[in-house]
């Protein structure tokens, strides 16, 4: 009886989550209720044991100082200058300056990981000068989206830190497990779009000279907007990867650097820095809610025997791993329509693990194509979120049929590449 009731409680949260309830209440409140009915009451004193456990995790620090150099770098005004600079390097290519809003948004998804803020940035900076160069709307859309949403995937991401964590795997190994799949999707983007400038060349415009030329002026310009930043991701990324630094330190290297990418840019002022530590506090407040909330329901779930319930329910079924991974990336996927990367990542993440964990699969083999698969997610039409903010700061004339028609060849990339993640693990382990 009581792990159906686990299975209740699951489908309980989920459904409520979907209906509009705070996720974090919803997690936490709905299962100290089954607690109390279905449980002895004293289960619930592994409770603060298992709260200061997660709080006490140095890891999770990370994702504080990572928002915080996200925000920062957003304020300092980093992208319009790195688009405009790369506009110029690659103003003699035809789709040159799609190529730049794809190569701009990998730097700043290295950068900053804010998916939101990102796309909606790019869209704002980029999409009016697209549509008045000649670019087809569907084109120039389906760049920005697909652009915009890359730090799901490219480290330092939000979204990894929470998976190693929810995973219990090494954070930084995930990052560096996340390098190739990210570098080999933003060379299909760009590769996509040179193509397309071959054989639909109507879809976009031809190359223009550079604006200015390269002298001692566009250098320093060049050094400001995209050498600086690069010597920031490379601090962060190289210090984990090398392991002179934990996630933990080397965000902190992060958020100082960003800071004083900000001054140099004479972007850094008091009111700048009140709003970023306003807005880091928001994001850092509701994570660490859902976080807590999502801890009361591992432990009530786990106490009403739902985790060893679903290892005999797969044991029966006579699913191979590869098939059960097959149907959780399909759950994971429709789920990301309605509910964002950090309630799946707390939900439905932490039930499937012992199952993997049965089947001996490889924890950071998994994290990353999660991660990926969230990011496709976040860009699939009807639902996918990234289509919804680029609409919002869409001219008029941009349709939302433009939006879908133009994401469609970036999810089928997408597609490829967790294909070639699930064929050839060997190529992140």
């Known amino acids: 009886?009581?792990?159906?009731?686990?299975?209740?409680?699951?489908?309980?949260?989920?459904?409520?989550?979907?209906?509009?309830?705070?996720?974090?209440?919803?997690?936490?409140?709905?299962?100290?209720?089954?607690?109390?009915?279905?449980?002895?009451?004293?289960?619930?004193?592994?409770?603060?044991?298992?709260?200061?456990?997660?709080?006490?995790?140095?890891?999770?620090?990370?994702?504080?100082?990572?928002?915080?150099?996200?925000?920062?770098?957003?304020?300092?005004?980093?992208?319009?200058?790195?688009?405009?600079?790369?506009?110029?390097?690659?103003?003699?290519?035809?789709?040159?300056?799609?190529?730049?809003?794809?190569?701009?948004?990998?730097?700043?998804?290295?950068?900053?990981?804010?998916?939101?803020?990102?796309?909606?940035?790019?869209?704002?900076?980029?999409?009016?000068?697209?549509?008045?160069?000649?670019?087809?709307?569907?084109?120039?859309?389906?760049?920005?989206?697909?652009?915009?949403?890359?730090?799901?995937?490219?480290?330092?991401?939000?979204?990894?830190?929470?998976?190693?964590?929810?995973?219990?795997?090494s954070v930084g190994k995930l990052f560096a497990a996340a390098l190739v799949p990210s570098a080999l999707l933003v060379g299909a983007y760009i590769l996509y779009v040179l193509l397309l400038g071959i054989f639909k060349p109507t879809a976009l415009p031809p190359g223009e000279r550079q604006v200015e030329p390269w002298d001692a002026t566009f250098f320093k310009r060049l050094f400001g907007s995209l050498v600086l930043p690069l010597i920031l991701i490379v601090a962060v990324l190289g210090s984990i990867l090398a392991g002179w630094a934990s996630p933990t330190e080397a965000a902190a290297i992060g958020a100082a650097g960003a800071m004083l990418l900000t001054l140099s840019q004479r972007k850094l002022t008091w009111d700048t820095t009140k709003l970023v530590c306003r807005e880091t506090t928001h994001l850092t407040s509701m994570v660490f809610m859902i976080l807590l909330g999502a801890t009361t329901f591992s432990l009530v779930f786990r106490e009403l025997g739902g985790d060893s319930f679903l290892v005999h329910l797969i044991e029966r079924s006579d699913l191979t791993e590869y098939q059960f991974l097959a149907l959780v990336m399909v759950v994971v996927f429709i789920a990301g329509f309605f509910i964002d990367f950090i309630e799946i990542v707390f939900i439905i993440v932490p039930v499937v693990t012992p199952l993997f964990v049965g089947y001996g699969t490889d924890l950071i083999w998994l994290g990353v194509l999660l991660g990926i698969n969230l990011q496709t997610s976040f860009l699939s039409p009807p639902f996918g979120f990234a289509l919804f903010y680029l609409k919002g700061v869409a001219p008029p004339e941009v349709k939302t049929v433009h939006l879908y028609r133009g994401i469609l060849p970036f999810l089928l990339i997408q597609v490829v590449l967790i294909a070639l993640v699930v064929l050839f693990p060997e190529w992140i382990l």
Not at 127 to 139: A, D, N, T, V
């Open 1 to 169: 009886m009581l792990p159906v009731l686990a299975l209740i409680l699951f489908a309980s949260i989920f459904l409520l989550v979907l209906y509009g309830y705070p996720v974090a209440f919803t997690l936490g409140g709905l299962s100290l209720i089954y607690a109390l009915c279905f449980l002895d009451v004293s289960v619930l004193t592994l409770l603060p044991n298992r709260v200061m456990g997660v709080m006490e995790n140095s890891v999770l620090l990370a994702v504080p100082l990572f928002i915080f150099m996200g925000i920062m770098l957003e304020r300092s005004g980093l992208a319009e200058r790195m688009l405009r600079t790369m506009a110029d390097l690659f103003g003699r290519v035809r789709g040159g300056m799609a190529v730049s809003v794809i190569i701009v948004g990998a730097l700043l998804a290295a950068s900053t990981g804010i998916v939101g803020a990102t796309v909606v940035t790019m869209g704002l900076i980029s999409l009016p000068p697209m549509l008045k160069k000649g670019y087809e709307p569907s084109i120039a859309t389906g760049v920005i989206a697909a652009s915009g949403t890359l730090g799901q995937i490219i480290p330092p991401s939000v979204v990894l830190v929470l998976l190693g964590s929810v995973l219990g795997v």
